[in-house]
């Protein structure tokens, strides 16, 4: 069994989910991790008894990686990757893979050297499996529509602390780019592509705080039905991720781990064993499937089930809302001064 010698970059908050699944795999080791605040590194280092550096340059200088986990704000990602890619070494991206189209470009060009995944990891939900599945049945007739609420709570300090959310420049975004992102990637996965969007975005709780949105709507059309979202990050807590897939003889509904089928006579509802919770349990639990599938495919050189071609859709759907809500809502911040 290869043993993959990892890089972890970014040692913040998401960085120890994946310093601890990576951990636990059999076939990897984390050899190094690096940023730019040196205690988090070495905070990281000392916990995993690896290397510590203060800039991704450094580490891959230094170090003979296999592959790097980018575990940094969402505007780095992209030049990462590339940089990465440069020295042949495969990249495991935390989402959002790109801010822009620019961005995008950059990144396929990246992608076609070295293997690249994108942690979509809540498409590793059971529940989410199981609802594909029977749709592909088709035991309940065809999609007719869908609708999704994010509601979760992102406070002024989450933003002020982080020196990096908030900003268009850094973040791309913030409610959909940053929380609800997941959300529209199942929806796109379970129903198609989008050929329609019209989007929303406002500022509620955070206005004046961040110059992007805390709360999107939108009016999209995935794989020819329409579909109703919503993300904020004005409530009062984390709540469960609703989504809702109707078709013509029932509902599907899931909704934290567990999924109802809802007919006119009878709700069913399924709950499935799942992984232990490494993070914050309303992500998913989903980071230990997707990395160790992401090393499956590395060592077998089959395709990754969330490789860059795979999150396509997604990202020119994310991208077509921000070109429609980022506009109204830059004017409206800027009228009120
Ligand atoms: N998949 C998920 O469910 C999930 C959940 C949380 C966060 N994330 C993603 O993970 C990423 C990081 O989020 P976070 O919450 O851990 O943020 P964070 O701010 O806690 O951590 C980011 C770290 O990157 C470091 N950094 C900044 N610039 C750097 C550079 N040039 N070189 C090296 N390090 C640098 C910062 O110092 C910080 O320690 C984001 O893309 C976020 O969207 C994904």
Redesign the pocket.
Known sequence: MHLFQVGI???????RVHAAVLHQLPDTNIAAC????PE?AEALAAQYGCRAYR??EEMLDAERLDSVHL????A??TPMAVAAARRGIAVFT??PPVISHEQWTQLEQAAAQVPLGV?F?NRYNPNVQAAKDILETGQYGALTGARAFITWHRDESYYRD?G?RGAWATEGGSALI?QAI?TLDLLVRLMGPADLAETHMVNHHLRGVIETEDTVEAYLRLGGKPVLFFASTAYAADAPVLIELQAEQAALRLECDALEIITGHETQRRTFDLPQTL?KGY?GNGHLPCIRDFYHSLASGKPFRNDLASVRDTVMLMLAMYDQGRKALAEKNAAEG
């Open positions: 970059v970014g040692c913040g908050g998401i960085a690096a940023d730019i605040i988090r800039s991704m575990c940094t704000p969402h780095l990602h935390e989402k942690c990891q982080s990096w940053n997941h993070g992500w």
